[in-house]
């Protein structure tokens, strides 16, 4: 008995009817034989396989990736920083991913995405997402190239053009340093600083600064400012509880870290517990386990990295997942070269990314040692794009020419290559 299904009378009668006008249907065309002609990638235009995919590897352990393509576009992308061991392992990763999407077409991101991560399903965890992060936003930067847009429109368009930024406030035990930093930030025009408080993962240890640190703070910026206190996983729950009791009165746009935040439920206990907004997620990696921290009730603000949690179609993902709970969606972000071009990206086109971001590009007189020599890092960081980011008036332009809309500066490649590098596709 034949396969192909029988139509009925009044079907008939409907396409047939299509039939007479030109509007032969796909459902008629395969009942009686006729064969229906689908899309081939040259309809759609020319296939952009990728060609290679090469690690940039600056002063022995600031690895960027380099995705190139048989067109001739290339895209660069940038895991999160690691130190000269770690450099190692990352460039190891980023082979094996390599070999998985050579001969891939690169605009096919969503799948390519899938791909990296089943295929690495055994060894998933941070330094693995980092790895995809890299290629993942190359990836997005090709896209953005071959159409001739920047990223942030392929995302659903600009929802605004221009970021407010924080200035991080690295941690000093001595509270009045931190005020003078913090009123040297909003001098600048910050409108916003972030104090980092505490002793990093130190569980309670003492002394423990933060309440007076954050008090002189307040006084220095006024009350117009916004402030934001990172714990860095610094308390146990009970200790966590209190300060934010203590710290309330000092009206704190968002806490981050108060306890270990691979800890969900110690996470809830505390942000039920304060009226302080709780994040969760700067160190994360899994779209399902932001899942989890809003189902459980451990964040009112999640930080998706695009330099560590497999990309910017994680951080798109993980910005409407909050939206469909009423959280907020802050990018945690200490890159000041590629992975800031991401981050603004993103927060060009999430609407709830409504509260100011993270931002290392801070004058002198804020930093903790601004008399320091400058490093081979400082340099890279500075003048590694051929039009580095200012921040003017607290904000940040969203880079507008296509892809990432930053290009790398090759004299600072060539100055700091570990590993060969053909400037010429740059």
Wanted: hydrophobic share 40%.
């Amino acid at each position: 008995m034949s396969s192909k299904r029988l139509f009925s009378r009044k079907e008939f009668f409907k396409h047939s009817a299509m039939a007479s006008l030109g509007l032969a249907s796909a459902p008629l065309l395969a009942a009686t034989g006729a064969s229906e002609e689908k899309p081939r990638n040259d309809q759609r235009g020319t296939v952009m396989k990728i060609k290679d995919i090469r690690p940039i590897v600056l002063a022995g352990r600031y690895v960027f990736v380099q995705v190139l393509t048989e067109d001739g576009i290339s895209g660069i992308g940038q895991p999160s920083q690691t130190g000269p061991n770690n450099a190692k392992v990352m460039l190891s990763w980023i082979e094996s991913l390599r070999n998985m999407l050579v001969g891939e077409d690169a605009r096919d991101i969503e799948r390519l995405w899938e791909k990296m991560l089943i295929g690495t399903y055994k060894a998933q965890g941070r330094a693995m997402s980092m790895a995809i992060s890299g290629v993942e936003i190359a990836l997005w930067d090709i896209l953005g190239k071959s159409a001739g847009l920047p990223v942030c429109r392929l995302l659903g368009g600009v929802y605004r053009d221009k970021v407010r930024m924080y200035a991080t406030l690295t941690r000093d035990k001595n509270p009045g340093n931190m005020a003078r930093r913090a009123a040297a930030a909003v001098e600048s025009g910050f409108t916003a600083v972030k104090a980092q408080v505490s002793t990093r993962w130190g569980f309670d240890a003492k002394p423990d600064t933060t309440i007076e640190s954050v008090r002189l703070i307040r006084k220095a910026i006024g009350d117009d400012v916004d402030l934001i206190v990172d714990a860095n996983s610094a308390w146990t729950v009970p200790t966590a509880i209190r300060m934010c009791r203590d710290l309330e009165p000092f009206r704190i746009l968002f806490l981050e870290q108060p306890v270990p935040e691979r800890d969900l439920d110690a996470l809830a206990a505390v942000n039920k517990a304060t009226d302080i907004p709780i994040t969760f997620g700067e160190e994360d990696w899994s779209l399902w386990r932001y899942k989890d921290a809003i189902v459980r009730g451990a964040a009112e603000v999640l930080q998706a990295d695009p330099i560590k949690a497999a990309g910017i179609l994680t951080c798109k993902k993980v910005a409407i997942l909050a939206e469909a709970f009423s959280k907020m969606y802050t990018p945690h972000n200490t890159s000041k070269t590629i992975g800031m071009a991401a981050t603004l990206q993103i927060v060009a086109s999430v609407p709830n990314a409504r509260y100011p971001h993270e931002c290392l590009i801070i004058p002198k007189a804020v930093q903790t040692n601004p008399q320091r020599n400058i490093s081979a890092g400082d340099e890279i960081n500075r003048h590694l794009l051929q039009n580095p980011f200012e921040v003017v008036n607290g904000r940040i332009d969203v880079p507008q020419g296509p892809g990432l809309g930053v290009q790398l500066n090759p004299d600072i490649v060539k100055k700091y290559a570990s590993t060969p590098v053909d400037l010429g596709t740059l």
